[in-house]
């Protein structure tokens, strides 16, 4: 099967991922875009055939209730990734993975296993791409081979040095519409509900439109409209702790961007636990900032994560006796 | 008393399983100074003889028809044991059925019915192959990613660990529904063609090999042991490249050639060699390889 595709000369459109124009022209008008011949769309899962003796559970994304089944019993870190479209959570699984399978982590962590290898690896080639027009409104509960892109999770097991342990991450793999959404519509609350399981919610952030005067403001009003989304329209449990990612570090700097500590401010004051952290998950001049630098930091942070402990009111119960009374001092 | 301990023979296509067979064979039935021995005659013994025929000529066995795949059980037995028996399983699929696992996500009656008797599985890589798919690096993820405008990538197959990772994760599965209390899979990891290896691999470890190019296998080997018992082997069936060397090619058909090639392995905590190339086989099975050798030395 062949696919007419475009490609832009414009480096920041994403022509060629999602088939929309930056610029909003119809690929075929637009002068800066170029049709390109196209190879053969790699081979990804299908259906299962009648005839299969055995099928196994799906391996490009988990639904929730597939994931948490195929737990069996043992604890998994369900992390959610939010952001708008081409913030950076999609690199910023791929790279997750790719360091994972090829001993980026080390030596604290080593890739453990996966149910989610044929995602993980459809994704990394851009195979696994949301399909235009209307997208799923839940998080599935269950997927099936054959399924277009689903909102989903995808797995990851780690084993941590540490411990030692094993540790099971669930990942969310959700389309950025499903953050602007939340963020326009307070009634897109709803399927969020899936982040009270979460052990924590990774805000991905273009740190290049943090940098840009143009653009700073804006972005910044609109992130502190998604805590407040978060905080009242979820209404997140406050245990579950926030990670501000500034994406595309490669670009932009290493050095956490000062408009977004004062978004970390503004979800401490929600109460929300929250952090920034800086990523490159692939860098445009790997010599200065390497490829999948922040990963390992975000990571640790994830699975180090202790939430506060809860400090119970002290109780004085009522004296049965009371001895001043005996001594005639009151 | 201890039989049919099955291990099934897997790897996708040109990884060195029917050389591997044919050589097996031929020191189970008629070299037999390894731990293995033949137990009787395999039902169908046409391929068998027609690839260990082709060995001893001289020649790398081939598949008689690449596009045919012929199911194999070789009855194998522990010699002085009467007791322990097994049979290697070779199943009745082309090696690109192990592709469609992955793809599919599901496996046919060829593997489900064979199952229950399934103690240990040898997976085979064999490193100079052209059907070795090397893992996705950055730098072809960051030609992917690294700029909006990019041209349409190649179509690029399932990196060979990736597949063999999840066909492993895939057996379990299916031994645990199918019985809730197992005894641990035995997973031998087999590099074919050891001898074709650049020197300064070749005189490390199979698993030395495994972490240099096979990461991600590496790992999943090295964190796994509480589910699966994990082993890995470099295997020579000739000791030299029959098919470049012509020098090398005379010398062996005029030497034994059932003594030929060489086993590595790591079973006692060292690099190891051995003439054994039954041994991967008796690994799988369950048995301890290396105390058997002693026994069979003091006998």
Known sequence: MTTLRYVCSKPDCTIAATGKCLELHEPA????????????????????????????????????????????????????ILGATDAGKTCMLNAIYLLASHAGLAPRFRFAGSLTLAGFELRTRRLRK?????????????????????????????????????????????????????????????????LQRADGVVIAVDSKKLRDPGQKHSELLILEHLVD????????????????????ADSSGVDVPPELDRVVSHAMSKGFAAQ??????????????????????????????????????VVRPEPKRSFGRSLGTT | M????????????????????????????KFKTGILRADGLPDDLEHLD????????????????????WHCEIPLKVENDGGFRGKLIVPDCPGEEWQHIYKKNEWSDTWEDRIDGVHGCLCFVRPSSDELRAPLDWMTCWRLFGTGNVDIPTTEETPTQVEMVHWIQCLQYAKRARKSRTAKLRVGVVVSAWDALPGNVRNGSPLQYLESDLPLLH??????????????FGVSIAGGDLKADEDFRREYQ?????????????????????????????????????????QEAGS
């Open chain 1, 29 to 80: 008008e637009c002068p800066n875009a170029r049709a390109a011949t196209a190879a053969p769309v790699a081979e990804q899962p299908t259906s299962p055939g009648k005839e299969a003796a055995r099928v196994f559970p799906p391996a490009t994304e988990l639904g929730l209730k597939d994931a948490l089944s195929v737990m069996q019993g043992g604890y998994a870190h369900l992390i959610a």
């Open chain 1, 130 to 194: 949301w399909q235009n027009g209307k997208l799923p409104d839940q998080l599935a509960d269950h997927t099936t081979h054959a399924d277009p892109r689903n909102p989903g999770l995808l797995h990851l097991a780690l084993s941590d040095s540490l411990g030692p342990r094993r540790i099971e991450l669930l990942l969310t793999d959700l389309p950025g519409e499903w953050t602007t959404g939340l963020i326009k519509q307070a009634q897109r609350a709803e399927r969020f509900e899936f």
């Open chain 1, 229 to 248: 989304r978060l905080a009242d329209g979820v209404d997140l449990d406050r245990r579950i702790p926030i990670y501000f990612v500034a994406c595309k």
């Open chain 1, 276 to 313: 920034a952290v800086v990523v490159a998950s692939f860098s445009h001049n790997p010599d200065e900032v390497a490829n999948g630098y922040g990963i390992q930091s975000l990571v640790e942070a994830i699975v180090d994560y202790q939430p506060p402990k809860r400090v119970l009111p």
């Open chain 2, 2 to 29: 201890e039989s049919d301990r099955g291990v099934l023979l897997v790897g996708g296509p040109d990884m060195g399983k029917t050389n591997y067979l044919a050589r097996l064979w031929g020191a189970a039935y």
């Open chain 2, 50 to 69: 027609a690839i260990l025929g082709s060995l001893i000529s001289g020649n790398f066995a081939e598949r008689p028809n690449p596009n045919e795949h």
């Open chain 2, 219 to 232: 790992q999943f080997i090295a964190t796994n042991a509480p589910i699966y018992d994990f082993a890995t």
């Open chain 2, 254 to 294: 005029e030497g034994d050639p059932f003594a030929a090639g060489y086993v590595i392995h790591d079973l006692s905590g060292q690099r190891e060699e051995s003439l054994d190339h039954t041994l991967p086989v008796a690994w799988a099975m369950g048995l301890d390889p290396l105390a058997r050798a002693r």
